[in-house]
């Protein structure tokens, strides 16, 4: 990183493309483009040249597509890359590939339909960046330790209020909170549990559509059955029910059953879906029958809520360094005292099969 920036190569066949890239990334004092390339090809050739701190990359691109690339840049010359692409939901099985290649991270290719749209895209692809960065692929993230506030906190989608009465006998259930680094950590925590485990839900930061294929490969490598969330699913045994890209998520119960509730609203904490939205709705209505638990991430998404949780009685576990991609979240969760435990994947997954 020289002075002090994050240097960044933009890949991408469509000039407009590159140049808007450039002109949001250039908008952050911690990040600088310092080239950009059309095809893989010539990146290859940059990145022989100087070898950038994170790589932002399209999908489809002439003469190499960017998978293909992505697979060989791993194996040949292994640097953070952030996928940025324009495929829908025909296209995320796509997605879903380019993380299991390696990418840190994928959004969508920024939204210039309004100025809030524009906005968030901006938020979302400089966040986007710094996680990169500070990924365990890198070891320069001394000046990512800074923090950045917040836009807006979950009192925008749910006021902090009383723990609401929870019964005493009732289904426990487990909330999960993960950002960069989730998309290889959840697989690992589910891929322990049987059929019928405690009912779960998941915020993990995706772009939309994407969280649909998301929890299709899941639902395809473990017991328990996986799908995107709808308003109104029951949160019951056995299931797991993951937060749809762009949409906060609550937990909610009523006299029989605990449901989630799905809506729209401003990032909290710069992200939507929120995982301070999810476990602030844990703490209020499942109390001590719920188990919190926040996985790799970049930033402090969850680490309020986490603490509320504790506070309503429930058990609350961060992730621990060693396995995490970015140990960001877990961290300042455990420097809040939001935790109760600080556990590996394997030993999370172990607390989920015993918690009662």
Known sequence: MKNNKIR???IDDSALIRQTLTTILNSDPLIEVYDTASDPFYAAKKIQEEKPDVITLDIHMPRMDGLTFLKKLMK?????????????IEGSDTIIKAFEYGAIEVIKKPQLKTKEFFEESKIRLCDAVKAAAMSK???????????????FSADIIIKKGKVAKVPIKTERVIVIGASTGGTEAIPVILKYLSGNSHGIVIVQHMPEDFTFAFAKRLNDICEPTVKEAESGDIVTSGKVLIAPGNKHLLIKRNTLNYYVEIKDGPLVNRHRPAVDVLFRSAARYAGKNAMGILLTGMGDDGVKGL???KEAG???????????????????????NAVNKILSLEEIAKQIINFA
């Open 8 to 10: 960044v190569l933009v």
């Open 76 to 88: 040949q010359h292994p640097i953070p890359v952030v996928v940025i692409s324009s495929l829908a």
């Open 137 to 151: 692929l890198t070891t320069k993230i001394n000046i990512l330790r800074k923090s950045v506030k917040p836009k």
């Open 307 to 309: 603490l509320e949780m």
């Open 314 to 336: 429930a058990f609350t576990i961060a992730q621990d360094e060693k396995s995490c991609v970015v140990f960001g979240m877990p961290k300042e969760a455990i420097k809040l």
